[in-house]
């Protein structure tokens, strides 16, 4: 199941790539998102958990030297509120990689507030992510395919 652009949809400098699908990776931009871009970024997450088809994600922010803004992170935990729980149903893990320590402090913060029915690791890399995340493939007993391996090789 792809979207039908290659490698991935890009609005507001964020790249949504579903190419290896049921792996989607996001990549934020390394500036910081205006609130429109994040509420962009809600709108497609959103429609992807709608899919109601189990899924994972690799969200890559390695870019990123600030944190989202707190009325982001408002709006992240409202989301929750409202979609959370089907989230908790289809979308299995969530692999952020982060390099920033305060970003990664911030994500920590934001699930400390609103705890997420969605399993979520921070790493350093791809590399650091792939055995977390064909853990949770084998958990859902869904199998690693060739798409998905060229992500977690960084091939993709």
């Known amino acids: 199941m792809t979207t039908g652009t290659s490698p991935g949809v890009h609005e507001f400098g964020l790249i ?17 998102l205006s609130d429109e871009g994040f509420e962009y970024f809600i709108e ?27 009325n982001q992170r408002k709006r992240l935990t409202e989301w929750f509120d409202v979609t959370g729980d089907l989230a908790g149903e289809h979308h299995f893990g969530i692999a952020v990689l ?5 970003i990664r402090g911030a994500l920590m913060a934001v699930t400390w507030v609103k705890p997420i029915p969605v399993p979520i690791k921070p790493f350093g890399s791809i590399a650091d992510a792939s055995n ?5 493939f084998a958990e859902q007993r869904i199998p690693i395919t060739p798409s998905i391996e060229a992500l977690l090789a960084g091939r993709s």
């Open 98 to 102: 982060i390099s920033n320590a305060l």
């Open 16 to 32: 949504f790539d579903d190419n290896a699908w049921p792996l989607l990776y996001v990549r934020f931009p390394s500036k910081p």
């Open 132 to 136: 977390w995340v064909r853990e949770i």
């Open 44 to 70: 497609r997450y959103t429609a992807t958990v709608e899919r109601r088809i189990p899924f994972a994600t690799i969200l890559d922010s390695r870019g990123l030297t600030t944190a989202i803004t707190a």
